[in-house]
């Protein structure tokens, strides 16, 4: 049957939508009849089919998940039973740079009737009574036991390990944010107890950390985010700009802000050219690129070296002489790229810096520009300008640079003994020449369009998107490394039209992430005893009181880098503190910050989140996580989730709480990174006992006799909030009071819970890094030197100091185990003149990713996977059939993307209980593969295959497509993991084929790109 006949003969119980809304909110939000069926349905069996008239009051409002969105659609409602649901139509559409634009919803949430009246919503709260992973030992239990036996076993873990035993997985799935307030309730035990700062999140690792370091504008304070990302010119400005690049962007898919792709499209209609560049096809390039350059993934910092280079020699000569119409500015760069030149006396924007210089400085060979030029030596011949020179304490009449490269040809790893990766070395081309032919042959992209990319940098004004795909594997520390770079040596930053970064306006503080904010006796998250387990200072040059602010120096007012990261952990590796801290095991990942945490991680929250699936190496987690000490109890005392569904954490859970999800409970939010303000209003009941997840953390904490504590949020003013509509409107209108929102609470319930957008793109209006373009002396950046770095000393030290110990570098390839050409390198560790190999360098690098592919069959393959028959990349993207893996069970969009092993069309049941288990069989993942494979792997379309490694095994069933480059899989991330009789994943989750390996650098997730696959028939 198909899913619409069974969601036509559904019965759903009548419940109240006005319940919890004040009589005026309510009043306001119900709007007037409409949506009469005017449009015809697509449907292959039935062309004529009509889409049902359904009139009466509706809802307006938002319900995003961590989709990116923030979009606008109207729920209509039938005696408090959502019947239908269409986008944001109403108000006046148009030009997005006037302000005229809907702000229209996916086919996500246009879905969700089918999702919130599922038959497997969990209802009641269940208790594990058997052991982990045991479906039959969970029996449904009253809330009151619940809550007295969750509250007692947080307290007596508290009791015996102290607050830094609980980790509290990270759990967006719902944009309310009420998730978290599970981890803010435990700060109620004591102060202690305060969640490890994780500085890198689980999205951004690599961005994030390098922002720190490269291009530090002071966005994360000024808009007080709790991601700390480099951001471009807001998204109005791009019609300023006479090039969009798109990299590694896909917003036709995966949302970065709800209106972003129709800023896009009314750009194109102003004349703005768009280049795509990535490995996939994806419907960003089909709806918008002008030019598409299909990159084989994870090279993309070659690429990027290779731009460089042409740069490089469009501006200076083989024998070092000027040419006449120079592409590069040398002043330019030196007054605003520390690094990217050689420059053994620098002048740097603090003075307290400047008076170390030497110990900051770009030694001999060692700037990035040296780096791209490998031993190609015009840099070296030609001479610096008298206006550069006075960006530098060196003379005028220096060279530009004072040696060729001092790189080494290859890097090694630092890993354990256990690693294949020990002791081998890949190529990191510190000799070689990055010319557009040496970079074609990595990326595929040809020479000619290298230079024309180089060109269209240099002669035109540029704005690049950017996001996750980018920094997405084990080497992703590099292209995001050099993305800013790229974008400022070519002056597109600062000014209108020119910028880099993720798209964005100035984020509101409050909606959307309000547990970070305004928490609920919270306070923001503290820090743990991280540092002084875990981080030698001693690796630093500047230390102690010289660092900033974050160290109890007032005199300075820039929060330097090293400060914030040695404060907290990397987010991505999480499962490795589980496995490690406070026990003898060593990191696996040789993670030095693991080994030295002190406190075992005994409690384990996760609310809206799917930590099973959703990091790296499904089948790994489940092993940690039910693993037991030698008394047979587990290592992990407590694991509490909450979510909707029963999902593959909850399998491996002590406790399921049923929660409500967006829709049914009340919340605000603002789209990733952009500036629209919306309210999330409680549209429907959740089903059964289901609870909101403020008043499962209320409940708690009345059982630890501190409710009225708890509902007294933590900004010092002593309100006290009842509800999650009081908590809502108390933050909206605290956003409102300090300016950040147009309308107040009851001004916004008027206009159906959506900040009107039309002022707002001048409102938002933010030119990046404009004050340091203009007066970089005035308003340098919060980096070492106050520029951008392409040199960063800091970045590699820190590096250091996180590491408990670093294993012995490999020799390269000719058998030296130093530099190169007498090159040495400082760093406070080592000494002035360290002629050492490392593993980390101060510049951005082109390393192969480790399970990926050069277009050439270049690439080392240092673990042999080629020739164990794992010849296939996985390439994960944020397909518009789910938002990660919320919604992975939504049957009308699996019914359009799934199919069963007869290639027919599948769906997870509606009518299923959750007692049938995390999935059933035969619904399968679709795995995208280019078609030339059809006649090697013998299948067609439709056709059920086994894709593995060593970590897992899936089925998926194959769908062939130009789109996707040959030897790439496509597999979408968040199928719902669940291990069949047979030990193969029937969910088609990709993290059971990750390997949760870390970036070299940030240590940072690597699982989309970098995971090399085997596929065969089944
Ligand atoms: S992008 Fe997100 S918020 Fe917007 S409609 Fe889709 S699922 Fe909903």
């Given at each position: 049957m198909k899913v619409t006949e069974i969601l036509k003969n559904k019965k759903v119980t009548r419940r109240s939508v006005l319940q919890g809304m004040s009589a005026a909110a309510a009043a306001a939000t119900l709007a007037g009849c409409g949506g009469s069926g005017t449009k015809t349905y697509f449907d292959e069996s039935d062309p004529n089919l009509q889409p049902p008239d359904v009139g009466g009051e509706y809802v307006l409002g938002s319900t995003p998940h961590n989709c990116g969105g923030g979009c606008v659609s109207k729920y209509y409602l039938e005696e408090g039973v959502v019947k239908r649901i269409v986008t944001d139509e109403d108000r006046e559409d148009g030009d997005v740079f006037a302000g005229k634009a809907q702000i229209r919803s996916c086919q996500r949430c246009r879905s969700k009737v089918d999702w919130w009246y599922r038959n497997d919503r969990l209802t009641k709260p269940l208790k594990q009574t058997k052991e982990r992973g045991d479906i039959t030992g969970f029996v449904e239990i009253s809330w009151d036991q619940a809550i007295s036996e969750i509250a007692a076993k947080i307290k007596g873990l508290y009791t015996t390990y102290g607050g830094a035993t609980f980790y509290n997985c990270l759990a967006p799935s719902d944009r309310t944010s009420q998730g978290n307030t599970i981890a803010n309730l435990t700060k109620l035990l004591g102060s202690d107890c305060s969640p490890v700062q994780w500085v890198l999140d689980l999205s951004y690792p690599q961005h994030t950390y390098s922002y720190f370091f490269i291009d530090h504008d002071g966005f994360a304070q000024e808009t007080a985010t709790s991601v700390a990302l480099r951001v471009a010119n807001n998204r109005a400005d791009i019609e300023n700009s006479d090039n969009l690049v798109l990299w590694a962007f896909n917003p036709a898919e995966a949302r970065v802000g709800p209106q972003t792709a129709w800023y896009i499209t009314n750009?194109?209609?102003?004349?703005?050219?768009?280049?795509?560049?990535?490995?996939?096809?994806?419907?960003?390039?089909?709806?918008?690129?002008?030019?598409?350059?299909?990159?084989?993934?994870?090279?993309?910092?070659?690429?990027?070296?290779?731009?460089?280079?042409?740069?490089?020699?469009?501006?200076?000569?083989?024998?070092?002489?000027?040419?006449?119409?120079?592409?590069?500015?040398?002043?330019?760069?030196?007054?605003?790229?520390?690094?990217?030149?050689?420059?053994?006396?620098?002048?740097?924007?603090?003075?307290?810096?400047?008076?170390?210089?030497?110990?900051?400085?770009?030694?001999?060979?060692?700037?990035?520009?040296?780096?791209?030029?490998?031993?190609?030596?015009?840099?070296?011949?030609?001479?610096?300008?008298?206006?550069?020179?006075?960006?530098?304490?060196?003379?005028?009449?220096?060279?530009?640079?004072?040696?060729?490269?001092?790189?080494?040809?290859?890097?090694?790893?630092?890993?354990?003994?256990?690693?294949?990766?020990?002791?081998?070395?890949?190529?990191?081309?510190?000799?070689?020449?990055?010319?557009?032919?040496?970079?074609?042959?990595?990326?595929?992209?040809?020479?000619?369009?290298?230079?024309?990319?180089?060109?269209?940098?240099?002669?035109?004004?540029?704005?690049?998107?950017?996001?996750?795909?980018?920094?997405?594997?084990?080497?992703?520390?590099?292209?995001?490394?050099?993305?800013?770079?790229?974008?400022?040596?070519?002056?597109?930053?600062?000014?209108?039209?020119?910028?880099?970064?993720?798209?964005?306006?100035?984020?509101?503080?409050?909606?959307?992430?309000?547990?970070?904010?305004?928490?609920?006796?919270?306070?923001?998250?503290?820090?743990?005893?991280?540092?002084?387990?875990?981080?030698?200072?001693?690796?630093?040059?500047?230390?102690?009181?010289?660092?900033?602010?974050?160290?109890?120096?007032?005199?300075?007012?820039?929060?330097?880098?090293?400060?914030?990261?040695?404060?907290?952990?990397?987010?991505?590796?999480?499962?490795?503190?589980?496995?490690?801290?406070?026990?003898?095991?060593?990191?696996?990942?040789?993670?030095?910050?693991?080994?030295?945490?002190?406190?075992?991680?005994?409690?384990?929250?996760?609310?809206?989140?799917?930590?099973?699936?959703?990091?790296?190496?499904?089948?790994?987690i489940v092993d940690v996580c039910t693993a037991k000490d030698g008394n047979g109890n587990y290592n992990v005392e407590l694991i509490l989730t909450g979510d909707l569904f029963f999902t593959a954490s909850s399998l491996i859970s002590d406790y399921v709480l049923p929660c409500a999800g967006p829709g049914e409970k009340w919340g605000e939010t603002c789209g990733w990174l952009t500036a629209e303000a919306l309210v999330m209003p409680k549209i429907t009941d959740a089903p059964g006992e289901a609870l909101n997840e403020f008043e499962i953390s209320r409940r708690i904490a009345a059982a630890w006799g501190q409710e009225e504590e708890f509902k007294t949020v933590g900004d010092g003013t002593n309100t006290v909030v009842n509800t999650d509509y009081e908590w809502s409107e108390y933050n909206w209108n605290k956003g409102y009071s300090e300016g950040q929102i147009d309308q107040d609470w009851d001004a916004i319930q008027l206009v159906g819970g959506v900040n009107m957008l039309e002022q707002r793109p001048n409102k938002v209006k933010r030119i990046a890094k404009e004050a340091f373009i203009t007066d970089p002396a005035a308003n340098p950046l919060n980096t070492m030197s106050g520029k951008i770095e392409a040199y960063y000393q800091a970045m590699l030290e820190d590096y250091e100091a996180a590491q408990s110990s670093l294993d012995t570098v490999t020799t390269d390839t000719d058998g030296s185990s130093v530099l190169k050409n007498s090159g040495h390198i400082y760093t406070a560790s080592t000494s002035a003149n360290s002629t050492s190999r490392r593993f980390v360098y101060p510049i951005p690098m082109y390393i192969p990713a480790v399970e990926a592919m050069h277009a050439d069959d270049s690439h080392p393959d240092l673990l042999g996977l080629t020739a164990k028959g794992f010849i296939f990349k996985k390439q994960t993207g944020h397909f518009n059939y789910r938002a990660h893996s919320t919604m992975g069970n939504e049957s009308l969009l699996n019914e359009l993307y799934k199919r069963n092993s007869a290639g027919e069309r599948a769906y997870l049941d509606p009518s299923r209980s959750y007692t049938d288990g995390v999935w059933d069989s035969d619904i399968y993942e679709p795995v995208y593969l280019n078609p030339v494979h059809a006649s090697e792997l013998g299948v067609a379309e439709g056709d059920r295959v086994k894709v593995s490694n060593s970590r897992g095994v899936l089925y998926a069933s194959v769908r062939f497509t130009n789109r996707m480059a040959p030897y790439n899989a496509g597999i979408g991330d968040g199928g719902w993991f669940s291990v069949g009789t047979d030990g193969v994943d029937i969910g088609g989750a990709t993290n059971s084929l990750s390997s949760g390996r870390p970036s070299r650098i940030a240590f940072g997730m690597s699982m989309s790109s970098d995971d090399r696959l085997k596929i065969e028939k089944a």
């Amino acid at each position: 049957m198909k899913v619409t006949e069974i969601l036509k003969n559904k019965k759903v119980t009548r419940r109240s939508v006005l319940q919890g809304m004040s009589a005026a909110a309510a009043a306001a939000t119900l709007a007037g009849c409409g949506g009469s069926g005017t449009k015809t349905y697509f449907d292959e069996s039935d062309p004529n089919l009509q889409p049902p008239d359904v009139g009466g009051e509706y809802v307006l409002g938002s319900t995003p998940h961590n989709c990116g969105g923030g979009c606008v659609s109207k729920y209509y409602l039938e005696e408090g039973v959502v019947k239908r649901i269409v986008t944001d139509e109403d108000r006046e559409d148009g030009d997005v740079f006037a302000g005229k634009a809907q702000i229209r919803s996916c086919q996500r949430c246009r879905s969700k009737v089918d999702w919130w009246y599922r038959n497997d919503r969990l209802t009641k709260p269940l208790k594990q009574t058997k052991e982990r992973g045991d479906i039959t030992g969970f029996v449904e239990i009253s809330w009151d036991q619940a809550i007295s036996e969750i509250a007692a076993k947080i307290k007596g873990l508290y009791t015996t390990y102290g607050g830094a035993t609980f980790y509290n997985c990270l759990a967006p799935s719902d944009r309310t944010s009420q998730g978290n307030t599970i981890a803010n309730l435990t700060k109620l035990l004591g102060s202690d107890c305060s969640p490890v700062q994780w500085v890198l999140d689980l999205s951004y690792p690599q961005h994030t950390y390098s922002y720190f370091f490269i291009d530090h504008d002071g966005f994360a304070q000024e808009t007080a985010t709790s991601v700390a990302l480099r951001v471009a010119n807001n998204r109005a400005d791009i019609e300023n700009s006479d090039n969009l690049v798109l990299w590694a962007f896909n917003p036709a898919e995966a949302r970065v802000g709800p209106q972003t792709a129709w800023y896009i499209t009314n750009a194109r209609e102003k004349g703005v050219k768009v280049t795509v560049i990535d490995p996939r096809f994806t419907p960003t390039a089909e709806a918008f690129a002008d030019d598409y350059v299909g990159i084989t993934g994870t090279t993309d910092a070659a690429l990027m070296l290779a731009m460089l280079h042409e740069m490089i020699v469009n501006t200076w000569d083989e024998s070092g002489n000027l040419l006449a119409d120079p592409w590069l500015d040398e002043a330019f760069i030196r007054k605003y790229v520390h690094g990217f030149f050689d420059d053994t006396n620098p002048k740097h924007y603090y003075a307290d810096i400047s008076a170390n210089a030497t110990a900051y400085q770009v030694p001999a060979g060692a700037s990035l520009s040296a780096y791209i030029m490998g031993t190609d030596d015009r840099l070296t011949n030609a001479v610096m300008s008298s206006e550069a020179a006075d960006y530098t304490n060196m003379t005028a009449g220096t060279t530009v640079n004072q040696g060729v490269s001092i790189y080494p040809d290859t890097i090694g790893y630092n890993v354990p003994a256990t690693d294949g990766l020990y002791g081998k070395t890949a190529p990191c081309y510190g000799q070689i020449t990055k010319t557009p032919e040496w970079a074609e042959k990595i990326t595929g992209v040809s020479a000619d369009k290298i230079r024309e990319l180089a060109e269209m940098y240099v002669k035109t004004k540029v704005t690049t998107w950017v996001s996750g795909g980018l920094q997405r594997h084990t080497e992703g520390d590099m292209p995001v490394n050099l993305g800013p770079i790229l974008s400022a040596v070519t002056k597109n930053i600062g000014v209108e039209g020119r910028s880099y970064g993720f798209s964005h306006e100035v984020n509101y503080k409050y909606p959307g992430t309000m547990s970070d904010k305004v928490a609920l006796n919270g306070n923001n998250p503290g820090s743990s005893s991280i540092q002084a387990d875990s981080y030698d200072m001693t690796k630093l040059t500047l230390q102690g009181g010289e660092l900033g602010p974050y160290v109890g120096n007032t005199a300075r007012t820039n929060p330097l880098c090293n400060v914030i990261m040695m404060n907290g952990l990397s987010l991505p590796v999480w499962i490795d503190y589980v496995r490690c801290a406070g026990t003898s095991n060593v990191s696996k990942w040789n993670y030095g910050r693991s080994n030295t945490v002190t406190t075992p991680i005994k409690g384990l929250f996760c609310f809206g989140g799917n930590f099973v699936n959703q990091t790296g190496n499904s089948n790994e987690i489940v092993d940690v996580c039910t693993a037991k000490d030698g008394n047979g109890n587990y290592n992990v005392e407590l694991i509490l989730t909450g979510d909707l569904f029963f999902t593959a954490s909850s399998l491996i859970s002590d406790y399921v709480l049923p929660c409500a999800g967006p829709g049914e409970k009340w919340g605000e939010t603002c789209g990733w990174l952009t500036a629209e303000a919306l309210v999330m209003p409680k549209i429907t009941d959740a089903p059964g006992e289901a609870l909101n997840e403020f008043e499962i953390s209320r409940r708690i904490a009345a059982a630890w006799g501190q409710e009225e504590e708890f509902k007294t949020v933590g900004d010092g003013t002593n309100t006290v909030v009842n509800t999650d509509y009081e908590w809502s409107e108390y933050n909206w209108n605290k956003g409102y009071s300090e300016g950040q929102i147009d309308q107040d609470w009851d001004a916004i319930q008027l206009v159906g819970g959506v900040n009107m957008l039309e002022q707002r793109p001048n409102k938002v209006k933010r030119i990046a890094k404009e004050a340091f373009i203009t007066d970089p002396a005035a308003n340098p950046l919060n980096t070492m030197s106050g520029k951008i770095e392409a040199y960063y000393q800091a970045m590699l030290e820190d590096y250091e100091a996180a590491q408990s110990s670093l294993d012995t570098v490999t020799t390269d390839t000719d058998g030296s185990s130093v530099l190169k050409n007498s090159g040495h390198i400082y760093t406070a560790s080592t000494s002035a003149n360290s002629t050492s190999r490392r593993f980390v360098y101060p510049i951005p690098m082109y390393i192969p990713a480790v399970e990926a592919m050069h277009a050439d069959d270049s690439h080392p393959d240092l673990l042999g996977l080629t020739a164990k028959g794992f010849i296939f990349k996985k390439q994960t993207g944020h397909f518009n059939y789910r938002a990660h893996s919320t919604m992975g069970n939504e049957s009308l969009l699996n019914e359009l993307y799934k199919r069963n092993s007869a290639g027919e069309r599948a769906y997870l049941d509606p009518s299923r209980s959750y007692t049938d288990g995390v999935w059933d069989s035969d619904i399968y993942e679709p795995v995208y593969l280019n078609p030339v494979h059809a006649s090697e792997l013998g299948v067609a379309e439709g056709d059920r295959v086994k894709v593995s490694n060593s970590r897992g095994v899936l089925y998926a069933s194959v769908r062939f497509t130009n789109r996707m480059a040959p030897y790439n899989a496509g597999i979408g991330d968040g199928g719902w993991f669940s291990v069949g009789t047979d030990g193969v994943d029937i969910g088609g989750a990709t993290n059971s084929l990750s390997s949760g390996r870390p970036s070299r650098i940030a240590f940072g997730m690597s699982m989309s790109s970098d995971d090399r696959l085997k596929i065969e028939k089944a």
